[in-house]
């Protein structure tokens, strides 16, 4: 949601084939979230090529079988201003 709005906000998209998944905090940090591994397969059969992740959730995605992971680019993030740089489209 916070992507989307900063994209409606600036006019700049977001880039295409990717997705992301995290809290976010009031001050705009990244939090961890659970069912990371369901994540990543829902990401994979939509045709999804990069996923931002929580930086908490490394050690999860490390946990995933390479074989599932194949073709992903995983990007950990820690706050959502290094979500948005790499997310949305240079203006």
Same mark, same amino acid.
């Given at each position: 949601?916070?992507?989307?709005?900063?994209?409606?906000?600036?006019?700049?998209?977001?880039?295409?084939?990717?997705?992301?998944?995290?809290?976010?905090?009031?001050?705009?940090?990244?939090?961890?979230?659970? /069912?990371?591994?369901?994540?990543?397969?829902?990401?994979?059969?939509?045709?999804?090529?990069?996923?931002?992740?929580?930086?908490?959730?490394?050690?999860?995605? /490390?946990?995933?079988?390479?074989?599932?992971?194949?073709?992903?680019?995983?990007?950990?993030?820690?706050?959502?201003?290094?979500?948005?740089?790499?997310?949305?489209?240079?203006?």
């Amino acid at each position: 949601m916070t992507a989307a709005l900063a994209s409606t906000l600036t006019g700049r998209p977001l880039r295409s084939h990717l997705a992301m998944t995290g809290e976010i905090t009031l001050r705009g940090a990244v939090l961890p979230v659970g /069912g990371i591994k369901e994540k990543v397969l829902a990401a994979r059969r939509a045709g999804i090529t990069e996923i931002f992740v929580p930086a908490r959730n490394e050690k999860d995605v /490390g946990e995933i079988e390479a074989e599932l992971k194949e073709g992903l680019s995983f990007r950990y993030v820690e706050t959502v201003d290094e979500l948005l740089s790499a997310a949305l489209e240079p203006g």
